[in-house]
């Protein structure tokens, strides 16, 4: 389980979080909504450790990832798996030695076994035949699967998705969404999803967190989130015609 | 001046948390092939034509009958050995080189490779800057010794084949009154400009924050930074050494 407490962020003279708190368990789907520049990418940044908070707390199963010592913060780091807005792929690297990469720097495990584990997680996202390929050979959704094969490979406890749906059409957005989905579940991870995607809210949103300018101004599922009162979101759902009219 | 203190945190991170010593060794393999290997053939262009033209121009300078034409072999193998080799091709590969470092590390950081290594808990300037620098180190002073041999040969045929020197005249002026310690002197700046080099160039690079526009940016400064440092501790090295 991962908990926030009071989570604050401020760069320059602009605060972009202010006293984010909230819970994410495990085998749950969460997701962090809002539009553009509300705090988004930030918290999750906050979350994974690459920004510090300028106050909160960040506790995985009660313990602290921020104020934790350094032995702490390497055993949550090594429970983490973070799939990235691009996906990060290493470029110098081939498929299947970025989805090793993690195995090969943090494990003492035989090659062969490393290589099996990484050949498991990429059939997992349906990737096995393009193991040997470039990143820049690859489409931006089978780019996206790697980096999710990547992210589970040491067997996370704690999945991070930055924007999965980013630059994809609906189609490969769903399918990337049904796979987080079904991994969160077969796995027993906990999930975070930051996204601004409407379908993934409606398809894979079991926790929902709404964030405008900074704050969390909803909480709630994908069952009542069509329901909200509050303007600021109901603004952010039914931006699109469609919704609109179908309202 | 924050620019100078923030150069000294960052390399100072290179040293903490470091990777395992196969880590280094695998990739310091494969960066003296890109920082080496590939730059052969521009620092030989560059030195064989920078001693052929100081060759040429040594000669035209000496108009005087009474200054034997050994003098010409003499200024090219001293002005080799001590500034074109050392200087001219770490400045050639602070633009090859430099600009290479500081565009790779640049485009890494905002695709967010950076951060991926970061979340996994690996200090990623260790382990992408360190590896540059130490084959950088070793790769540097192997081109500038490339680069002084074929600069003298690039003296000796220009001058041979123009008729300006013979060359019996030429080798005997490379033999005469030569300074073991030049060479040795030479080397030591070849370290220190490589350090520089490598280490400015990843400093703008894995500080780009932006996109593309931000990397080609980081890069040019990289460069010019570069430069300017191997000059002014080309000096200060000749100050302090000689």
């Not at chain 1, 495990?26 to 908070?53: A, D, H, R």
């Not at chain 1, 983490?80 to 990469?101: I, P, R």
């Not at chain 1, 189609?171 to 999930?191: A, G, M, P, R, V």
């Not at chain 2, 080799?80 to 600009?99: D, F, N, R």
Request: charged share 20%; glycine share 8%.
């Amino acid at each position: 389980m991962i908990e926030i407490k009071n989570i604050a962020k401020t760069f320059g003279d602009r605060q972009v979080l202010a006293g984010i708190s909230g819970t994410f368990r495990p085998g749950e789907t969460s997701l962090i909504i809002g539009g553009s520049g509300t705090g988004k990418s930030v918290l999750l940044k906050c979350m994974i450790g690459l920004v510090k908070p300028d106050q909160g707390e960040v506790l995985y199963n009660g313990r602290n990832f921020l104020t934790g010592d350094e032995e702490v913060q390497k055993e949550i780091r090594r429970e983490m798996g973070v799939l990235f807005q691009g996906s990060a792929l290493f470029d110098s690297k081939t498929v299947l030695e970025n989805v090793q990469f993690p195995l090969d720097m943090l494990t003492e495990t035989p090659s062969a076994e490393k290589e099996e584990r990484a050949m498991f997680c990429l059939q997992r996202v349906g990737l096995e035949a393009a193991a040997e390929r470039m990143p820049s050979e690859l489409s931006g959704g089978m780019k996206k699967r790697v980096g999710i094969a990547r992210a589970i490979v040491m067997n996370p406890k704690y999945l991070f998705c930055d924007e999965p749906n980013s630059g994809l059409d609906p189609l490969t957005s769903i399918k990337i969404d049904q796979l987080i989905k079904e991994i969160t579940d077969e796995f027993n991870i906990t999930t975070v999803v930051i996204t601004h995607d409407m379908n993934s809210m409606l398809e894979i949103g079991e926790k929902i967190m709404f964030l405008y300018k900074g704050l969390k101004m909803w909480e709630g599922d994908n069952s009542t989130i069509t329901r909200s009162t509050v303007p600021e979101l109901n603004e952010f759902i039914y931006a699109n015609k469609l919704l609109r009219d179908i309202k | 001046m924050s620019h100078i203190g923030k150069y000294f945190i960052f390399l100072g991170t290179l040293f903490t948390n470091r990777e395992k010593f196969r880590v280094y060794y695998r990739l310091v393999m494969e960066e003296c092939i890109s920082i080496g290997i590939k730059s052969v053939f521009i620092v030989s262009i560059v030195s064989t034509f920078i001693g052929a033209v100081t060759c040429v121009q040594t000669a035209y300078n000496l108009v005087s009958p009474l200054i034997p034409l050994s003098i010409i072999a003499v200024i090219v193998r001293d002005s080799t050995i001590l500034e074109l080799a050392p200087t001219i091709t770490s400045v050639v590969l602070a633009g090859k080189v430099g600009s290479n470092i500081a565009s790779q590390l640049g485009t890494m950081r905002i695709t967010e490779q950076i951060d991926a290594l970061e979340v996994i808990g690996i200090n990623s300037s260790s382990y992408l800057v360190l590896p540059k620098m130490i084959a950088s180190m070793v790769m540097f002073p192997l081109l500038i010794i490339l680069a002084g041999f074929l600069s003298i040969w690039g003296g000796y045929v220009a001058g041979t084949l123009t008729d300006i020197i013979t060359p019996q005249d030429y080798i005997y002026g490379l033999r005469s009154d030569f300074k073991p310690f030049s060479v040795t002197f030479a080397l030591i700046k070849s370290v220190v400009f490589a350090i520089l080099i490598s280490s400015i160039s990843a400093y703008q690079g894995y500080n780009v924050r932006g996109g593309a526009l931000e990397v080609g940016a980081a890069s040019t400064t990289a460069v010019t930074n570069s430069c300017i440092a191997v000059l002014a501790a080309d000096f200060l090295l000749a100050q302090l050494l000689l």
